[in-house]
Nanobody, 115 residues
Framework: QVQLVESGGGLVQPGGSLRLSCAAS????????MGWYRQAPGKQRELVAH?????TNYADSVKGRFTISRETYNTVYLQMNSLKPEDTAVYYC???????????WGQGTQVTVSS
C-alpha cells in the first residue's frame, strides 16, 4: 500500500509561483511513474507533468513555466512559475508502482490563481 500526501497549494496572484510537493509513504518505494495531474471545474483531469524512465514530460500549456523534480525516491515536486488564472485547478499527485503497475492518487491540493 502507498499513501500520498500533497501540500503547497494556495491562492496566488497572476505571475506568482507555488511549489507543490507529494510525499509517498508505505511499504512500496519503487515507482515507475510519478506525476502531477490537475482538474479544473467542469473539465476533465489532465496530465500536467511526469517523471518516468528517467525523463520528464510536460503538457504544452505549462512548458517553460512548470518544473517537475524527484529529489528523493519517494517525493516529487512541481515548481510552478508565471502562474496564470487558467492554471487554477485541483492538483493531484499520482504514482505507479514498478512491479505491479498499480496506480495511487493523492487527495488533491487546490491552486487558485487570481488577483
Amino acid at each position: 500500500q502507498v499513501q500520498l500526501v500533497e501540500s503547497g497549494g494556495g491562492l496566488v496572484q497572476p505571475g506568482g509561483s507555488l511549489r507543490l510537493s507529494c510525499a509517498a509513504s508505505g511499504s512500496i518505494s519503487n515507482f515507475a511513474f510519478m506525476g502531477w495531474y490537475r482538474q479544473a471545474p467542469g473539465k476533465q483531469r489532465e496530465l500536467v507533468a511526469h517523471i518516468s524512465g528517467g525523463s520528464t514530460n510536460y503538457a504544452d500549456s505549462v512548458k517553460g513555466r512548470f518544473t517537475i523534480s524527484r529529489e528523493t525516491y519517494n517525493t516529487v515536486y512541481l515548481q510552478m512559475n508565471s502562474l496564470k488564472p487558467e492554471d487554477t485547478a485541483v492538483y493531484y499527485c499520482k504514482v505507479v508502482v514498478s512491479t505491479t503497475l498499480y496506480n495511487y492518487w493523492g487527495q488533491g491540493t487546490q491552486v487558485t490563481v487570481s488577483s
